[in-house]
Structures are given as C-alpha cells and as structure tokens.
Nanobody, 125 residues
Framework: QVQLVESGGGLVQAGGSLRLSCAAS????????MGWFRQAPGKEREFVAA????????YYADSVKGRFTISRDNAKNTLYLQMNSLKPEDTAVYYC??????????????????WGQGTQVTVSS
C-alpha cells in the first residue's frame, strides 16, 4: 500500500510560479515511478510529467515542457512539481500518482496504481 498526499496548490496570477509537493508513505519510495496528472472541469485527466525511481529520467507533456520541472527527493519520500510561467489554461486539480510495478512509467493513467487526493491550482489572467 502507498499513501500519497499533495500540497502546495493555490491561486496565482498568470506568469507566476507554484511548487507542488507529494508526500508518500508505505512502500519504499525510491523503488517506483511517479507522475503528475491534472484534470480541469469538464475535461479528462491528462498527463503532466513523469519521473523514474532514481530521478534520472523525466518526461513531460508538450503543453508544460520548458515551464514545469518534476523532481523527487527519495530521502524525504517526496515528489515535486515546480511550475513556472503559469497560464490560465494550467488551472486544474493536480494529482500525483505512483506506478509501483515499474521503475519508470509515462503518460498512461491506467499504468499508475496509487493516486493522491489532488490539490487545486488556479491561475488568474
């Protein structure tokens, strides 16, 4: 079992920055892949970024590439998403997810077996 708790969401103006955190507990954090997804009202959940177990491999959706950075601190059992140059279209509930079956996963939501409860990010224009 893995428990994931996101934090760091909030209201920010366009062009601003936020850093999301995801605290993990349960299984050994450094052994599995992690990802961030988001869901805007009336839309399907979409992939944002993924990171391998060691942090050595990352993958981003085109819509956030160059603006968002995913990272992890295995000593603190925490996943991060640094979001810069935020746009109104980034407004969504952001979820962290764990794929405990692999060392690296990517953009397919069904590959992830544990999810956090989500944190709201709102970007005003």
């Amino acid at each position: 079992q893995v428990q994931l708790v996101e934090s760091g969401g909030g209201l920010v103006q366009a062009g601003g920055s936020l850093r999301l955190s995801c605290a993990a507990s349960g299984r050994t954090f450094k052994s599995y892949a992690m990802g961030w997804f988001r869901q805007a009202p009336g839309k399907e959940r979409e992939f944002v970024a993924a990171i391998s177990w060691s942090g050595g491999r990352t993958y981003y959706a085109d819509s956030v590439k160059g603006r968002f950075t995913i990272s992890r601190d295995n000593a603190k059992n925490t996943l991060y998403l640094q979001m810069n140059s935020l746009k109104p279209e980034d407004t969504a509930v952001y979820y962290c997810a764990a794929d405990t079956t692999k060392h690296y996963s990517d953009y397919v939501p069904n590959e992830y077996d544990y999810w956090g409860q989500g944190t709201q990010v709102t970007v005003s224009s």
